[in-house]
């Protein structure tokens, strides 16, 4: 980490499409209606074709998506992650970091980062 002040990290709130398993931004997969719900639990796709592939046959992709594989632990809190799960992500000095929430990467740039942390 460079001795540079950190003046804005943005903090984005990922999820796995169940199709391709691409990690996708929930915010620009909602703006573009690239979403679907199905039994209960909302699912997010990276592009129309995943989300068309996905209703022609949901149970294809459901099965081995939800909390599937681990996606990795915590870099705050060290708690395991799992696709299926939201993750949230922060790019930082070009490097991304994951994190199980957006508090804990909140936290993670407040008490971890070198820099002013009055800004």
């Known amino acids: 980490m460079s001795d540079k002040t950190i ?23 909602l703006s ?3 979403f679907h719900i199905y039994g209960h639990k909302e699912y997010i796709f990276c592009s129309p074709e ?3 592939d996905f209703k022609e046959d949901p149970h294809k992709y459901i099965s081995e998506e939800i909390y599937g594989e681990m996606a990795g632990m915590c870099e705050y809190c060290g708690k395991e992650m799992r696709t ?6 922060a790019m930082i ?13 909140s936290s993670y740039v407040k008490d971890c980062l070198p820099g002013d942390k009055n800004d």
Do not use: N
């Not at 003046?7 to 997969?29: H, N």
């Not at 000095?93 to 990467?105: D, L, R, T, V």
């Open 7 to 29: 003046k804005k990290i943005d903090i984005e709130i990922t999820r796995t499409d169940p199709v391709c398993g691409m990690d996708v931004s929930l915010e620009k997969a």
């Open 32 to 34: 573009k209606h690239l």
């Open 50 to 52: 995943c989300l068309r």
């Open 84 to 89: 299926g799960e939201d993750i949230a992500t």
């Open 93 to 105: 000095e070009g490097e991304m970091h994951k994190f199980c929430c957006p508090i804990c990467a």
